[in-house]
């Protein structure tokens, strides 16, 4: 069975800095894109940041230039190094994955959350 693990949420203030990881696990044959998505109270789920297996990264506008998605694939994680926090990025930060299990095609999976919250 295929989970993906979130961690690094926290409360940070305003200027700060904080990393996510997300790790998946469990009988898999190949991982295509990942990702990270948001969704802040009353809003949306949106697309934060996501990379390919090739390494081709792209980004919201909201957040380019102050976070970084990068991914070890021996390792099957992917990162998201935010920078310069402001209290709008304060959301349920999720991780997504098209993942290939052993001997079934690729589907979508999603992480649990992890709350990352910026003070002012």
């Known amino acids: 069975q295929v989970q993906l693990v979130e961690s690094g949420g926290g409360l940070v203030q305003a200027g700060g800095s904080l990393r996510l990881s997300c790790a998946a696990s469990?009988?898999?044959?190949?991982?295509?894109?990942m990702g990270w998505y948001r969704q802040a109270p009353g809003k949306e789920r949106e697309l934060v940041a996501g990379?390919?297996?090739?390494?081709?990264?792209n980004y919201a506008d909201s957040v380019k230039g102050r976070f970084t998605i990068s991914r070890d694939n021996a390792k099957n994680t992917v990162y998201l190094q935010m920078n310069s926090l402001k209290p709008e990025d304060t959301a349920v930060y999720y991780c997504?994955?098209?993942?290939?299990?052993?001997?079934?095609?690729?589907?979508?999976?999603w992480g649990q959350g992890t709350q990352v919250t910026v003070s002012s």
């Open positions: 997504n994955a098209n993942i290939s299990p052993r001997g079934l095609g690729p589907r979508r999976y």
């Open positions: 469990g009988s898999i044959s190949s991982i295509n894109a």
């Open positions: 990379i390919i297996s090739g390494g081709r990264e």
